[in-house]
């Protein structure tokens, strides 16, 4: 039961000799059958020459060097497809992540969960990053049914078999533990030890707060309409069709009585917000479920049928085996 541990590594070079050193010795201590594997992710300060000394140095450690700065998302998709575990294991590269860690996560997978996700109990971040941080994690267990106390956590082991049906870009790394939930994984998390980061800079900022904000969004729709786009654009088209509907009903009766029975002195419906309002919505309406019919079209020539479902295992007689 090998262990694969993936390490993205960008600008980093300080902090590699030193991970892999208590890596080594949590191995050691616990005697793990593990590969590490560090992703450069187009780094400029030497890192992709320390990761070579260490391959070099340990027969159980393996470098990927990418050609440019493609993202934290694209780095960890290279490290699961060159992983040979059974079991995946990410980490960061800064030390602020503990590799003596590792044993409870291990312990916490075999009680029979599929995905294990890290929760700083005591997070050693600039406030700047802790409450933004308790926001996003609030927003993602509404909108997604997920609920977990650290989503941001760079921490986390999984099966293997969690690699091969999720597909993270952008800045999805965060929501494995959410796409893995929406496929019918069983999602948990422990409390970990959460060190001061002692070699580089963080790379929290806006920029990565509002991607993170439009990725939840684009996840949210995935786990909940991925496979049924129409559900809620229809949704959504059809009521605004509908209010732009009664609208327009409610001026043309409106109309005719004045204009046709006199029941009050006729006054031009022209000038009325609510012939605009109502227009709008009408074409609003319409243009969302043709989307939405338009979804569903790509949706059922481009899909493969085990998009649609999950198989957790199989039951083999055994004079078929």
């Known amino acids: 039961m090998v262990l694969s541990i993936i390490i993205p590594v960008f600008n980093e070079a300080e902090s590699l000799v030193e991970?892999?050193?208590?890596?080594?010795?949590?191995?050691?201590e616990q005697?793990?059958?593990l590969e590490v594997i560090f992703i450069d992710d187009g780094s400029r300060d030497g890192s992709w020459q320390e990761i070579q000394k260490l391959v070099a140095f340990d027969e159980r450690v393996r470098g990927l060097r990418l050609r440019r700065n493609f993202g934290k998302a694209a780095a960890l998709t290279a490290g699961m497809a060159a992983a040979k575990g059974y079991t995946i294991c990410m980490l960061d590269a800064d030390l602020q992540d503990d590799p003596s860690e590792i044993p409870r996560f291990t312990a916490k997978l075999n009680e029979g969960f599929d995905v294990v996700n890290g929760w700083k109990l005591k997070r050693l971040d600039?406030?700047?990053k802790v409450y933004p941080s308790k926001v996003f994690n609030w927003l993602v267990g509404r909108l997604t049914g997920l609920k977990l106390n650290d989503h941001n956590c760079g921490m986390k082991m999984f099966k293997a078999e969690v690699s091969q049906e999720i597909r993270i870009y952008g800045e999805l790394h965060r929501f494995i533990p959410v796409l893995a939930h929406a496929r019918g994984f069983q999602v948990t998390e422990?409390?970990?030890?959460?060190r001061v980061r002692q070699h580089g800079?963080?790379?929290?900022g806006v920029r990565r707060f509002l991607r993170g904000s439009l990725d939840l969004m684009t996840v949210a729709?995935?786990?909940?309409?991925?496979q049924r786009p129409q559900h809620m654009l229809g949704a959504i088209g059809l009521i605004s069709f509908g209010m732009g509907i009664s609208g327009l009903g409610y001026l043309a009766l409106t109309w005719l009585l004045m204009n046709i029975f006199s029941v009050w002195p006729?006054?031009?419906?022209g000038?009325?917000?609510?012939?605009?309002?109502?227009?709008a919505l009408t074409i609003l309406g319409a243009q969302a479920i043709s989307l939405g019919l338009l979804a569903e079209l790509i949706v059922h020539y481009t899909s493969r049928p085990s998009d649609t479902y999950s198989v957790a295992e199989e039951a083999v007689r055994k004079d078929d085996q």
Do not use: C, M
């Open 271 to 279: 000038n009325r917000p609510l012939l605009a309002y109502s227009i």
């Open 190 to 194: 422990i409390g970990i030890n959460h």
């Open 19 to 28: 991970l892999h050193s208590q890596i080594v010795r949590v191995a050691s």
């Open 126 to 128: 600039p406030w700047h």
């Open 201 to 204: 800079h963080s790379k929290y």
């Open 221 to 226: 729709f995935l786990t909940g309409y991925g």
């Open 31 to 33: 005697t793990l059958d």
């Open 266 to 269: 006729p006054e031009p419906i």
